[in-house]
């Protein structure tokens, strides 16, 4: 399992007792990771609000967590999503005008730019994203989904859900919304995971110490899991069934 720490960087946990196993190597203000299986690599970015710096990294779990590339994104990017299936990385990113939020879509090996969606109609302010493999359906959570800025708005989106055309390479549109964590009395929609097998979308609340597990298919609430905690992150094991 891995945890991002800013102070301390990408922290390795043994997954059957939690010990930690370690830091990952110049990872010092990792703000959130994600792991590619199939591929063997860690990902994080870092907590970064400035155009020009490296705040996306990827390393080689077989070779001692060696650095495999670097990259430079946009401002503020935070929660990344592998999908294995389809070798790409997704890495969202918060603002709310025109230029910011939206995902970018990476070669997870080599870091290079597939795609980049720099507008809030594929996500406003996102801390969570997550893909749906099989489908290629993007979920980015809008952690400001209420009214930002005050007035510019007159309907709230938590989940904005976006999809690949196939047919045109790496072309996205968007296409729906998830809103039913509204009359759940949401605060702020944060970090995401999809879980392919149950076909369930997982929205943790950042200020509401909940995770709602989520139809996306019908936009409806199926389960509420409330913790000790307020929830920045999630991620899940199908294989396990663990959240």
């Given at each position: 399992v891995y945890g991002a720490v800013p102070s301390r960087g990408v922290e390795v946990l043994d997954a059957e007792t939690g010990a930690s196993l370690g830091v990952v190597n110049g990872t010092t203000d990792a703000y959130y990771v994600a792991?590619?299986?199939?591929?063997?690599?860690?990902?994080?970015?870092?907590?970064?609000?400035?155009?020009?710096?490296k705040n996306i990294e990827s390393f080689d779990v077989d070779n001692d967590f060696a650095s495999l590339w670097s990259s430079t994104?946009?401002?503020?990017?935070?929660?990344?999503?592998?999908?294995?299936?389809?070798?790409?990385?997704?890495v969202g990113y918060t603002g709310t005008a025109e230029g910011s939020g939206g995902f970018s879509v990476h070669d997870p090996?080599?870091?290079?730019?597939?795609?980049?969606?720099?507008?809030?109609?594929?996500?406003?302010?996102?801390?969570?994203i997550s893909v749906d493999e099989e489908e290629q359906r993007v979920f980015v959570?809008?952690?400001?989904?209420?009214?930002?800025?005050?007035?510019?708005?007159?309907?709230?989106?938590?989940v904005t859900v976006s999809t690949r055309i196939l047919e045109a390479g790496f072309d996205y549109?968007?296409?729906?919304?998830?809103?039913?964590?509204?009359?759940?009395?949401?605060?702020?929609?944060?970090?995401?995971?999809f879980s392919q097998s149950k076909d369930r979308l997982y929205l943790g609340?950042?200020?509401?110490?909940?995770?709602?597990?989520?139809?996306?298919?019908?936009?409806?609430?199926?389960?509420?899991?409330?913790?000790?905690?307020?929830?920045?992150?999630?991620?899940?094991?199908?294989?396990e069934e663990l959240l």
């Open positions: 792991a590619d299986p199939v591929n063997g690599l860690v990902t994080t970015v870092y907590f970064s609000d400035v155009a020009d710096a994104s946009r401002a503020n990017p935070r929660q990344l999503d592998a999908d294995s299936t389809n070798g790409l990385l997704y090996k080599t870091g290079r730019i597939l795609g980049d969606f720099d507008d809030p109609s594929f996500g406003k302010d996102g801390y969570g959570s809008n952690r400001d989904f209420r009214l930002n800025p005050p007035g510019s708005e007159l309907d709230p989106v938590a549109e968007a296409v729906s919304s998830l809103d039913s964590v509204n009359k759940s009395n949401a605060a702020l929609p944060a970090g995401s995971a609340d950042q200020n509401g110490r909940k995770i709602f597990e989520m139809n996306p298919d019908t936009d409806e609430v199926t389960r509420t899991i409330t913790l000790p905690e307020n929830i920045r992150d999630v991620g899940i094991d199908d294989e």
